[in-house]
């Protein structure tokens, strides 16, 4: 099974619990005797790291083996790269049970797997647009969130929902075509088109609070 570590506990005297979000959602699994050892295989169960793993098939199941797919640990010297590991796991932590994982788990491991490479606030963007679907959250983007029209939509409004065409928007807003890009688009974060990511966030931020009730406390 493949999945993304997203947080762990203390559980009992040697052992931990970690929780690792894979197609089947977030799921804790018991790390027997890990707790205390600064060893490869602790550094490994880091928070953003992407692993293959095998587990016993039990109520409460166990780890059995793993593999590091992909380390995102040397993150650590970027405060960016931190603040948006941690956004992510926060997001994913607050996931509904029974949103649909399957669906979504590629394009979040894509995105753990890209924030190394890329912008950091690009992958932070795309996945806190696409991640407004499993909140069952829908921007409204191709109608005026005001009067309804379809056409000449040249602004978003965070506080009406969604897009605003030219009679209701007073100042065109480049954001709404990224908005609408990243809500729909199924090609990889890496070939989507660029815009002016910390703007976006600054909307993204305070559309959340409303709409999601999730506080991101983004630093840009
Ligand atoms: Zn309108």
């Known amino acids: 099974m493949r999945g993304i570590i997203i947080k762990s506990l203390d559980y009992k005297e040697k052992s931990k619990i970690v929780f690792i979000y894979t197609i089947l959602?977030?799921?804790?699994?018991?790390?027997?005797g890990i707790k205390g050892k600064k060893n490869v295989v602790a550094g490994n169960l880091t928070t953003g790291n992407i692993i293959d793993f095998t587990y016993t098939?039990?109520?409460f199941p166990s780890l059995v083996e793993f593999d590091t797919i992909k380390s995102n640990l040397d993150c650590s010297n970027n405060f960016d790269t931190i603040d948006v590991l941690r956004v992510m796991v926060?997001?994913?932590?607050?996931?509904?049970e029974d949103a649909p994982h399957k669906l979504m788990y590629q394009f979040i491991e894509?995105?753990?797997m890209n924030i190394l490479n890329i912008n950091p606030?690009?992958?932070l963007s795309i996945f806190l647009i696409k991640m407004?679907?499993?909140?069952?959250?829908?921007p409204n983007l191709k109608s005026c969130s005001k009067c309804g029209k379809k056409t000449d939509l040249i602004g978003f409004s965070i506080v009406d929902g969604g897009a605003l065409c030219n009679n209701c928007c007073s100042g065109y807003n480049d954001l709404l075509k990224y908005?609408?890009?990243?809500?729909?688009?199924?090609?990889?974060i890496l070939k989507l088109d660029d815009c002016n990511f910390k703007e976006l966030l600054k909307e993204i931020n305070k559309y959340y609070l409303i709409n999601?009730?999730?506080?991101l406390k983004l630093h840009l």
């Open 25 to 32: 959602g977030l799921k804790g699994y018991k790390v027997i």
């Open 57 to 59: 098939d039990s109520q």
């Open 90 to 96: 926060e997001v994913i932590n607050y996931l509904p």
């Open 110 to 112: 894509d995105a753990f």
């Open 121 to 123: 606030y690009k992958v």
């Open 132 to 138: 407004l679907y499993p909140f069952g959250v829908s």
């Open 179 to 188: 908005w609408s890009i990243y809500y729909y688009s199924k090609d990889n």
């Open 212 to 215: 999601v009730h999730m506080n």
